[in-house]
């Protein structure tokens, strides 16, 4: 069965940092590229981050670069969002996607997401 797992979410005061993780089973992450997304209350998912299968190249959303470092391990089968800085604009429920795009179509998946609140 395959899933991906988020973790690592909370409340945290404006500046802290937070790590999120995202664990992958029934499939192996290294083929996939893999993006953490966010959704606000009200608001549209946006992408955060994306690193690529090959080569690792990274993305990041203007609103974090600076303040987010992507990461995976493909040993490990997990991903991870580093948080510094964080905002009162950065509340949301953060999700992890993987994606691999094939010759006879796409492969597709979402975690459930882990809620980030920054807050005083």
């Known amino acids: 069965q395959v899933q991906l797992v988020e973790s690592g979410g909370g409340l945290v005061q404006p500046g802290g940092s937070l790590r999120l993780s995202c664990v992958a089973s029934?499939?192996?992450?290294?083929?996939?590229?893999m993006s953490w997304y966010r959704q606000a209350p009200g608001k549209e998912r946006e992408l955060v981050a994306a690193?690529?299968?090959?080569?690792?190249?990274?993305n990041y959303a203007d609103s974090v670069k600076g303040r987010f470092t992507i990461s995976r391990d493909n040993a490990k089968n997990t991903v991870y969002l580093q948080m510094n800085s964080l905002k009162p604009e950065d509340t949301a429920v953060y999700c992890c996607?993987?994606?691999?795009?094939?010759?006879?179509?796409?492969?597709?998946?979402w975690g459930q997401g882990t809620q980030v609140t920054v807050s005083s």
């Open positions: 690193i690529t299968s090959i080569g690792g190249t990274t």
């Open positions: 029934g499939f192996r992450i290294g083929n996939y590229g």
């Open positions: 996607n993987a994606l691999r795009r094939e010759i006879v179509g796409t492969r597709n998946y």
